[in-house]
Nanobody, 120 residues
Framework: EVQVVESGGGLVQAGGSLRLSCAAS????????IGWFRQAPGKEREFVAA????????YYENSVEGRFTISRDNAKNTVYLQMNSLKPDDTAVYYC?????????????WGQGTQVTVSS
């Protein structure tokens, strides 16, 4: 089965750190852009960070830049989101997305989400 699987969420106090993982199952991340999104209760899903698997280019939403770091491990076919200096506003379900556009064909996979809760 082709899917992406997130892990690493949990409960942490403000100022703490967590590392989320996103692993590809049944396919390779080659040529994909892998992104992290989050959705807080009552809010729309929003972009957090992304990485281009081939080039390694990274992108961040303004509120997390300098606190979060997205990286990849080629051998493990896994993307990580290191989250430091966490704030209560970071509380949300975090989703991993893998997206690839080949000509007019798009491959798009979402994980099931992992809960991150930051207490004040």
């Amino acid at each position: 089965e082709v899917q992406v699987v997130e892990s690493g969420g949990g409960l942490v106090q403000a100022g703490g750190s967590l590392r989320l993982s996103c692993a590809a199952s049944g396919f390779s991340f080659d040529d994909y852009v892998i992104g992290w999104f989050r959705q807080a209760p009552g809010k729309e899903r929003e972009f957090v960070a992304a990485i281009s698997w081939s080039a390694g280019s990274t992108y961040y939403e303004n509120s997390v830049e300098g606190r979060f770091t997205i990286s990849r491990d080629n051998a493990k076919n896994t993307v990580y989101l290191q989250m430091n200096s966490l704030k209560p506003d970071d509380t949300a379900v975090y989703y991993c997305n893998a997206n690839r556009l080949t000509g007019t064909l798009m491959d798009d996979y979402w994980g099931q989400g992992t809960q991150v809760t930051v207490s004040s």
